[in-house]
């Protein structure tokens, strides 16, 4: 479900904390912020993450106050006072505090109900994300965007053109750039975008072609100079 975040109340302890008050505004403006009513845990928790990040919040242990802000009364009066969610203790943990959500939810089970909102905000966090540099990449991209946009798509808040449109606004600038390369005038226009799978070819190709002025070599093999230089 979700909730407008005109309704959210934020806590006074992270008023007080001199490191929070320009967070908490940006997490409050967000329009139809999540809402947690016991239900499909784990998907509330990956729009939680997603949405501090859209506000600046890189650090999961300092959404934990927004568990308890962003869920129903009766949530918020089970959970507000167990020390994984308690404002007014210190040291709090994501993990602590997903560990206890699983425990005290685990029979919910109804998917979490996503908005337009929440496919725009993911193809603005992605899009400022590292380029894909690695096969793995693309997939771990592709994966994460039929996590948010296949639901939309099914219940018809998006259609097959849209969906092919978020994907490459997802993507970092150099890449989408790339793509525009290698597509027809026709294909450049929002109306008739490419097929995901297409995409997805094109962005593979890229990784293929060594000859390539635009082959990152040494973004490729990053990890293996870890391992030699460890």
């Keep these: 479900m979700t909730s407008s975040s005109s309704n959210l109340n934020i806590s006074s302890s992270n008023q007080s904390n001199p490191a929070s008050p320009s967070l908490t505004n940006n997490m409050s403006s967000i329009k139809d912020a999540l809402y947690f009513d016991g239900t499909c845990i784990k998907n509330f928790l990956k729009q939680l993450i997603?949405?501090?990040a859209r506000a600046g919040i890189t650090d999961k242990d300092q959404l934990v106050d927004y568990i308890v802000e962003y869920s129903s009364a009766d949530m918020q009066h089970v959970i507000h006072f167990q020390t994984e969610f308690n404002p007014d203790v210190s040291g709090k943990t994501w993990k602590d505090a997903e560990d206890m959500l699983v425990e005290l939810y685990s029979a919910g089970n109804q998917p979490l109900k996503l908005t337009k909102h929440d496919i725009e905000d993911f193809c603005t966090v992605y899009s400022a994300k590292p380029r894909l540099v690695k096969k793995?990449?693309?997939d771990h991209y592709y994966q994460a965007f039929l996590a948010v946009?296949?639901?939309?798509h099914k219940e018809?808040?998006?259609t097959d053109t849209k969906q092919q449109y978020y994907f490459v606004q997802g993507l970092l600038t150099k890449d989408a750039k790339f793509i525009m390369t290698k597509l027809t005038n026709v294909e450049k226009k929002c109306a008739m975008p490419l097929k995901i799978s297409k995409v997805v070819r094109i962005l593979n190709t890229r990784l293929e072609d060594k000859e390539s002025?635009?082959?990152w070599n040494w973004e490729a093999n990053e990890d293996d100079?870890?391992?030699i230089t460890a």
Excluded at 149 to 152: K, T
Aim: hydrophobic fraction near 55%; glycine fraction near 6%; proline fraction near 5%.
């Design 225 to 227: 100079v870890d391992k």
């Design 149 to 152: 946009s296949a639901p939309l």
């Design 156 to 158: 018809k808040v998006i």
């Design 50 to 52: 997603l949405h501090g």
């Design 136 to 138: 793995v990449d693309i």
């Design 213 to 215: 002025l635009i082959y």
